[in-house]
């Protein structure tokens, strides 16, 4: 089993940065590919990175390419998300995800994701 949690989010004005941490429990965890998703208001939860157990293979949305940055520290258990040159639209709350499929690949549906955590609030202001 995997428990998964996430840190990090609050309130932001565009054009700033967060960086949104998911702490793990679990010795196995350091071999899962791990995933961020976010949820809107009134939306469909969507895929925004994902990154592979050793950290050498990542994969991000289109909309967040070039601004988002996931990574990871084995020793610590732990995933980030850098979030830089945020835009009103990254309002939501962002997931923290991780499967117990292949970890040397990255996954973006939410199907293949086995654990999840509770969520963080993302608030982008304009």
């Known amino acids: 089993q995997v428990q998964l949690v996430e840190s990090g989010g609050g309130l932001v004005q565009a054009g700033g940065s967060l960086r949104l941490s998911c702490a793990a429990s679990?010795?196995?965890?350091?071999?899962?590919?791990t995933g961020w998703f976010r949820q809107a208001p009134g939306k469909e939860r969507e895929f925004v990175a994902a990154i592979s157990w050793s950290g050498g293979l990542t994969y991000y949305a289109d909309s967040v390419k070039g601004r988002f940055t996931i990574s990871r520290d084995n020793a610590k258990n732990t995933v980030y998300l850098q979030m830089n040159s945020l835009k009103f639209e990254d309002t939501a709350v962002y997931y923290c995800a991780a499967t117990g499929s292949d970890g040397r690949r990255w996954y973006s549906e939410e199907g293949q994701y086995d654990y999840w955590g509770q969520g963080t609030q993302v608030t982008v202001s304009s």
């Open positions: 679990g010795r196995t965890f350091s071999s899962y590919t």
